[in-house]
Every structure is written in C-alpha cells, then in structure tokens.
C-alpha cells in the first residue's frame, strides 16, 4: 500500500507540468513583434536598449551568471566590451542603411514540447535584408522558450557555430531526433 501511494504522489506531483497545454502555436504574433521590436531598437535605438531588450527576451542571459564577466553573442560568449563592439558595429551598419531588414516570417513549428527549460518551441523563420545593395535571404531556426511558472517567452536564434557545451547547457534535454543542422 505505502508503494501505491508513493507512486500515486509522485505521478500526481510531475503531471501539473505535462498537462499544460503547449502555447507556442498561439504566440506566432509575439514572436513577430519581439522580432521587430529588436530590428526598431537596432535602427533607432541605443546601446542600452539593446541590453534592455536583451535582459527581457534573450534566452542565454539565464546563464549569465554561470558565466561571470561573459556575454552571449548566439554564438559565443566573449567580454562585454566584444559584445558591446559587435552589437554597436551592427548598429550603425542598420542605422546608415548599409543592412535593410525587410522582414521575418515564421514558417510551422517544427519541435514543441516541455522540457527541463520549459515549454520549448523551434520555429524555422526567415529573414529578408539587404546588405549594402543586395538583396539576401537566411534560414534559421529560432528556439522560443517560456517559463512555465511566469509564462514570459524569450529566445535563442540556432547557429551551428554554438558549441555543443552551451547547447546541451542551455537545453540539456533537448530531443536527439530533433535536426537542427538544416532548415527545413
């Protein structure tokens, strides 16, 4: 009987996670408009707000304090100085009209479902831009990710240049069947 309801405890105690109803599906608007929201503050804004943005909806600032005096470029972390560097040559690259984004769209879902992280949706989106004149196209895939407890949505745009040390910090249960090395 005492193994019945141990077994009944701790059924009862994982199901509150699994029976939450996926959200992803239904967030394709925020999604959109966190990713404008990052190219306005790129056009218009300023460093700070960069930071500002990134505290708010960047997935790997999580991990910031596992790594002290880093900052996550969706690549590497480097010191905040190279980031601030990176980002602000990007900035006036966007500002002086050298990079034109002309756009985002998000394609199906490709994974969904509840993960140590949270609920964690992968969404191939492609982005329009123009970089000094012509015109290009990128594939990728973004990885939405909401708190299941304050239901905030941040993310983390896929390269196959993080390492696979981030990776499986960032999603150490992350589905092996799961592809990520093409855009489908």
């Not at 407890?149 to 799961?178: A, G, H, M, V």
Request: proline residues 4%; aromatic residues 16%; neutral net charge.
């Amino acid at each position: 009987m005492k193994k019945i309801f141990i077994f009944w405890v701790s059924f009862i105690s994982c199901f509150p996670v699994y029976a939450q109803e996926l959200q992803c599906s239904k967030n394709y608007p925020l999604f959109e408009k966190m990713m404008e929201d990052k190219m306005m503050i790129m056009k218009n804004g300023n460093f700070e707000e960069v930071l500002r943005f990134k505290d708010k909806y960047a997935y790997s600032t999580l991990f910031d304090s596992k790594h002290l005096g880093k900052m996550f470029t969706g690549v590497k972390w480097v010191s905040p100085e190279e980031y601030a560097d990176r980002v602000k040559r990007v900035m006036d690259d966007v500002k002086s009209g050298f990079i034109v984004d002309d756009g985002n769209k998000l394609f199906p879902i490709k994974y969904n479902g509840i993960l140590s992280a949270g609920e964690v949706c992968v969404i191939p989106v492609e982005a329009r831009f123009m970089i000094n004149g012509k015109e290009k196209l990128d594939r990728k895939y973004t990885i939405y990710v909401r708190n299941l407890k304050t239901n905030q949505w941040r993310s983390l745009i896929y390269s196959d240049y993080i390492s696979k040390d981030d990776f499986n910090e960032f999603f150490p249960d992350f589905p092996n069947d799961i592809d990520l090395s093409k855009v489908d």
